[in-house]
């Protein structure tokens, strides 16, 4: 099952196909067979943006042979190709009779005003109705496949200063060059919408908290640089949120982001915060520079920047090559160091610094052997 976001931006690419190719309906059957092994929604993606009917996959495949074998029928009718668009338009017309008053309309204005209506006017990002719809849906289908969702939420900080001291054309641009941030710096499965405001939001299929604050502090610290030049200087604060370690349903996800979110506020603003009781438990039983890096090159000490059932975020001086396998030695308050093995699965350069340095995250491979780590002693 594909995320919302995948599902859109195929019926997008496809479009796009329909449109560069017309009166090209074998070699476009041609291309659907070839994807049909990729898993994408192929026939009903396909029927949605020529009739605007919604089948299942399975669905719609039915009705795509009955709709092939039509254009046969009239082929032989009439004495020439109708083509594929007149096929379907008949055959839902008056064989299935789904289509009991359709409307002609070019596809592209229709799909250029069927993506506005799910898209914020200012930032290009999606709005705020179809970002809960996505949430609605991606929860079910990490519920079904045992999957992990992280959400973020993100507000700017000191944004009604910025209005009251610049003017609310100075504050839109800031909300343009902030969305544009954002929008870089994720995935295009993910779905990242203005939820209201100076606050955005966004949803992460498929990500373990660890991987939700890489990408929340990526975005907080491309703020921060982007906007150190600036006419206004603009930073950025949130909250994480993660099905279904911390809640089981949408509306509990975002109460917890937002309680997040509101945390980072209370404490100082331009950063991203874990849970509180799990960085609590975390704190009590590692120090500050508790934990050494070993890899095929050496070993390093490393500075915890933060923790999560999954695994950690690091501080090093040097990268680590993506995917490498790592022994992490911890040194915990009171107690025996505690040896976990390791495999790095994001590593990003910081800028700013005099000597290189490198968030390094690394997901444990043995959770249960780091689960003594986030219990209070």
Do not use: C
Not at 259 to 278: F, H, M, S, T, W
């Amino acid at each position: 099952m594909k995320s919302p976001a995948e599902t859109l931006n195929f019926r997008q690419s496809l479009l796009e196909f329909l449109e560069a190719g017309p009166g090209q309906e074998e070699a476009l059957l041609e291309q659907f067979e070839r994807k049909k092994s990729q898993g994408d929604p192929l026939y009903s993606s396909l029927l949605y943006l020529l009739t605007h009917l919604n089948f299942t996959e399975r669905q719609a495949a039915r009705h795509w042979k009955k709709v092939v074998k039509h254009r046969d029928t009239l082929r032989t009718a009439i004495g020439r190709d109708p083509g594929l668009r007149v096929a379907i338009l008949d055959y839902f017309s008056n064989v299935s009779r789904d289509l009991r008053n359709p409307k002609m309309i070019e596809l592209a204005n229709y799909e250029r005003t069927e993506r506005s209506a799910v898209t914020d006017g200012l930032t290009g990002l999606y709005n705020h109705s179809f970002f809960l719809q996505a949430l609605r849906q991606e929860v079910l289908r990490s519920k079904r496949h045992g999957l992990r969702a992280a959400l973020l939420l993100l507000d700017l900080d000191d944004f009604k200063q910025i209005n009251d001291e610049r003017g609310h054309v100075e504050g839109d641009r800031v909300l343009m060059r902030a969305a544009a941030v954002v929008r870089e710096g994720v995935r295009e499965i993910d779905v990242a919408a203005r939820y209201g405001g100076e606050e955005f939001a966004v949803l992460l299929p498929d990500t373990s908290r660890l991987g939700a604050f890489v990408v929340a502090e990526r975005i907080r610290r491309r703020i921060e640089e982007r906007f150190a030049r600036g006419r206004s200087i603009v930073t950025i604060s949130g909250g994480i949120a993660v099905f279904p370690d911390d809640a089981g349903t949408p509306a509990d996800l975002i109460v917890q982001a937002d309680a997040g979110l509101y945390g980072a506020k209370a404490a100082g603003k331009n950063r991203i915060l874990l849970p509180q009781g799990e960085r609590r438990r975390f704190r009590r039983q590692m120090s500050p520079q508790g934990v050494t890096v070993a890899t095929r090159a050496g070993r390093a000490p490393a500075r915890v920047k933060n923790v999560s059932e999954g695994g950690l975020l690091v501080s090093l001086r040097e990268a680590v090559p993506l995917g490498s396998a790592v022994s992490l030695t911890i040194e915990r308050i009171g107690s025996t160091p505690v040896g976990l093995r390791g495999q790095v699965v994001r590593v990003e350069r910081v800028p700013g610094e005099i000597e290189p340095a490198f968030d390094v995250g690394v997901r444990f491979l043995d959770p249960e052997d780091a689960a003594p780590l986030l219990t209070t002693v």
